[in-house]
């Protein structure tokens, strides 16, 4: 690999001169108050802002939050996050309510050394997730402005064909950041020459999600434990009934293979727990995973899964853990997620949580950080790292 990073960078001196920085700083909002619920995206990028200030760099940062459609909504402001950004860097962020326009101009003409000013929302603007080549270059040749050298360090959007990740990396000198080379490192282990056994833990909602990483990993892992929602599609394939739970019809088929293809390598719950309703408060019991109720949805693993589970895990010397359990968010359907983060925590291998929720889960579970080898930033971008894909962001670098 051929990609220039920050320290090349920072050697060649950067103070006084404008630095352009894409983070993923597309943290999770509460839904009423709009708080920031988890900052751990804004706190993996510090390094390598803290590196830009402390030389001097006028260091302009620029990133996504949700999903809107390409013009300003006020819900997806990234103001609250210059805010708390603010507090981590321990100096104010300037903040511009434009991404390209008069208030970003300004801003950034604005900077003095040593100062970080944030761009608002990159998808206010179409041109940055457009499929045409030349409406992103358009606007990617508005962002170059800002900077006499791009850094990206958005792991969670490297996998992003966006005018951000993508084409202003070819219009500006362009360089790694500390969390996109950590990333990357820790990831290339587990494509390499794993330590065995290496053991895959996988969650979430849909077997689609996951069924590309599924089948690049499944001749390269000893175990793959299966839970979360995608479980009952996997449970139907092996001719259970799952009553009302999440299941993806067209994708029974497929897990059927898999199975077959791997005989005995992946592992699915023994037992369930399963609610009235998809609600905190809904009735609920562990059933067997060949005994739920036809009126019932499973919302959890249950605990002879997780004691299975984690025997599994004792003995693995890897372990790459993707996808919540169960609804941890509800605190009755939590007890399979915090179940299986403990058994990885304390399982003596070298692990690696993939993710946005997963990583969300972690924290959120108040479970020690520092137990764990490395928690990525990036959900969608970790997963296709290791199903091998070229990644736009990664690639865009290395030219
Ligand atoms: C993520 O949270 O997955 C990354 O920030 C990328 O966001 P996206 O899936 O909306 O492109
Ligand atoms: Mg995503």
């Known amino acids: 690999m051929s990609i220039r990073t920050l320290d090349d960078l920072l050697a060649e001196g950067v103070s006084g001169r404008r630095v352009l920085v894409r983070a993923d700083l597309n943290v999770p909002l509460d839904k009423q108050s709009g708080a920031i619920t988890d900052d751990g995206r804004i706190r993996a990028v510090l390094p ?42 321990g100096a104010p962020v300037h903040f511009a309510t434009d991404t390209v326009g008069e208030s970003a101009r300004s801003t950034v003409d604005g900077l003095a050394d040593g100062e970080v000013a944030l761009l608002e929302n990159l998808r206010f603007n179409a041109g940055e997730t457009s499929k045409d080549e030349a409406e992103r270059g358009a606007f990617a040749d508005q962002l170059a402005v800002f900077g006499e050298a791009y850094v990206d360090d958005a792991f969670g959007a490297v996998h992003r064909k966006h005018a951000s990740v993508y084409d202003v990396a070819a219009r500006l000198p362009h360089f790694a950041g500390r969390l996109v080379l950590r990333e990357v490192e820790v990831l290339s282990t587990l494509t390499g020459e794993p330590e065995r056994p290496y053991v895959v833990v996988l969650g979430g909602s849909k077997v689609s999600d996951k069924l590309a990483v599924i089948e690049a990993l499944l001749p390269t892992v000893d175990r793959l434990l299966i839970g979360g929602g995608m479980c009952f599609t996997f449970l139907k394939a092996q001719g259970l009934e799952v009553g009302t739970s999440l299941l993806e019809e067209e994708m029974v088929e497929t897990c059927r293979n898999l199975m077959e293809r791997a005989p005995g390598k992946i592992m699915l719950p023994v037992d369930v727990v399963a609610a009235d309703a998809f609600a905190p408060d809904a009735a609920h019991d562990t059933v067997r995973a060949d005994g739920i109720p036809s009126h019932r949805l499973g ?36 007890h399979g997620t915090r179940g299986v983060a403990e058994a990885i925590a304390g399982s003596g291998a ?37 199903e091998g894909k070229a990644l736009p962001g990664i690639a865009a670098l290395e030219n």
């Open 48 to 89: 390598t802002l803290s590196a830009l200030t402390g030389a001097g760099a006028k260091v302009t940062v620029c990133s996504h939050l949700g999903r809107p459609k390409g013009a300003p909504d006020p819900q997806f402001s990234l103001r609250p996050v210059a805010d708390r950004l603010g507090e981590l860097l």
């Open 299 to 334: 919302l959890d693993i249950g605990p002879e899964t997780v004691a299975g589970f984690a025997a599994a895990l004792k003995g693995a010397r890897t372990i790459f853990w993707n996808g919540p359990m169960g609804v941890f968010e509800m605190a009755p359907f939590a």
């Open 350 to 386: 070298f692990t690696v949580v993939g993710g946005g929720d997963s990583a969300a889960a972690v924290r959120a579970l108040g479970l020690d950080e520092s137990s764990f080898g490395h928690i990525s930033t990036g959900g969608g971008a970790s997963l296709e790292y290791l």
